[in-house]
């Protein structure tokens, strides 16, 4: 009897351990209560919220399996050393370029739009150079490259149009052929006089044929640009070739500045107007696959010459600033002229992957303005008349990320006058290039 209600006393005593102990799990959330896997609700919706389950959300699901941003860029550092009229100049710039895709869903279809944002880095300045939306392929909107440029263009190549602009782009694809067209928001059409002067033979560059200064309150125009340009492309695309024909129209207004009286208020008269237009053609080639490939693009412009990447760059020269689309003049009746400047060009490259770390570019370009009779007659003798460039490059990738390379180039610019011409430009350039 003894033994047996010991042992009952024992068992009574572990029970009230156990339950003690189950008491505290509960109390701190260490231990589900049994009722939790319990069915004793008949539907879901009748549960507490707590007590449901999550159902699964497409809108979530497609959020959280989305495209991720995709990032690439380049860094590089270029030295380089111009010999020139006697005179040598070195220089060593560093550039970076960093563009930022995504994909995201944008209509109720299901349609994706491809947003891009590229930016252009250098030590004076950081700038957007593509900030697009591209929705199903068809449909770009933004700011990125004009119509009038050739996606495979070289930029190193003297005829390249290169310009970036706002635009409202449609492209549609059928097959082989592409087809596309748009408004885009036109470059601003800058103005400059050019005076037919004899100036000094100890004196090449003259200022007879600066570009007005916009701030300026005497300048005989000025433009509006209240109207977008339109331009449009054709094109081939397949395995071995890449052709595209693209044009440009841009419709500039302006007016006349005049003075009222013996005052030096301005008055501007009626709007005039002024079409600009240009075509160009580009064509990609691949003799061999993954080993000699060929590009040859050629171009007129009336007027658009503030698109092409020789004489733009003429135009952005901080020592000249020369107008390189229209300019004005005075003529025998003492009345300004506007007059278009005409002008073509074309250009090749090479490219051969000897190995796969490797690579030689032979590149090589020329334009010219068209001369006419009001140009003999009005432009100075300073003025850009043509241009000339050939160059040869060697490119060494170390790894797939990180590439050397050298080139030597010849360039020549000739002007109006023989005696105001550049002499020959030899340069020998570097670069160090890291790509991610």
């Known amino acids: 009897m003894f033994r047996l209600s010991k042992s009952i006393l024992n068992l009574i005593i572990l029970m009230k351990i156990k339950n003690t102990l189950i008491g505290i799990l509960l109390a701190n959330s260490m231990l589900t209560p049994i009722y939790a896997d319990t069915n004793w609700f008949e539907d879901e919706e009748d549960k507490p919220l707590t007590e449901r389950e999550e159902k699964d959300d497409p809108t979530k699901e497609k959020e959280e399996k989305g495209a991720p941003i995709k990032f690439s860029g380049s860094l590089s550092m270029s030295p380089s050393i111009t010999y020139q009229d006697e005179t040598s100049n070195i220089k060593n710039s560093a550039t970076g370029n960093l563009k930022i895709e995504k994909e995201v869903t944008v209509t109720p279809k299901e349609h994706n739009a491809a947003l891009v944002l590229g930016l252009k880095l250098t030590p004076k300045e950081v700038k957007f150079v593509e900030a697009t939306a591209t929705i199903h392929k ?101 395995d071995t070739v890449n052709i595209s024909l693209s044009g440009l129209g841009r419709f500039s207004n302006y007016s006349m500045n005049t003075k009222k009286d013996d005052s030096n208020t301005q008055n501007q008269d009626d709007r005039d107007y002024q079409l600009s237009w240009g075509t160009n053609l580009g064509a990609q080639y691949t003799i061999m696959p993954k080993k ?145």
């Open 138 to 238: 068809f449909l770009t909107i933004g700011y990125g490259s004009s119509l009038f440029e050739y996606e495979k263009s070289n930029p190193n190549l003297f005829v390249s149009p290169s310009a970036n602009v706002l635009q409202l782009k449609f492209q549609h694809t059928f097959n082989c052929l592409q087809f596309g067209y748009g408004l885009e928001k036109a470059l601003e059409l800058k103005l400059g006089e050019f005076k037919k002067q004899d100036t000094p033979e100890d004196k090449k560059i003259s200022n007879l044929n600066k570009l007005d200064d916009p701030k300026s309150t005497t300048k005989p125009f000025t433009v509006h640009g209240d109207f977008p340009a339109f331009g449009m492309h054709v094109g081939v695309v397949n």
């Open 292 to 436: 000699l490939v060929t590009i040859v693009e050629g171009f007129y412009t009336s007027g658009l010459g503030d698109y092409i990447s020789g004489s733009e760059g003429i135009q952005s020269d901080e020592e000249r600033k020369e107008m390189c689309s229209s300019y004005y003049y005075k003529d025998e009746n003492d009345t300004f002229k506007l007059e278009p400047i005409n002008i073509m060009g074309g250009g090749a490259t090479v490219e051969f992957t000897a190995t796969p770390s490797w690579i030689f570019t032979l590149s090589g370009s020329y334009l010219q303005t068209l001369d006419s009779t009001i140009d003999e007659k009005y432009k100075p003798h300073t003025a850009f008349k043509n241009m000339w460039h050939g160059g040869l490059k060697a490119t060494y990738k170390l790894t797939q990320s990180l590439s050397v390379s050298a080139q030597y180039g010849l360039a020549q610019e000739n002007r109006q006058s023989e005696d105001h011409s550049m002499g020959l430009e030899t340069k020998i350039s570097g670069d160090i290039k890291f790509s991610f």
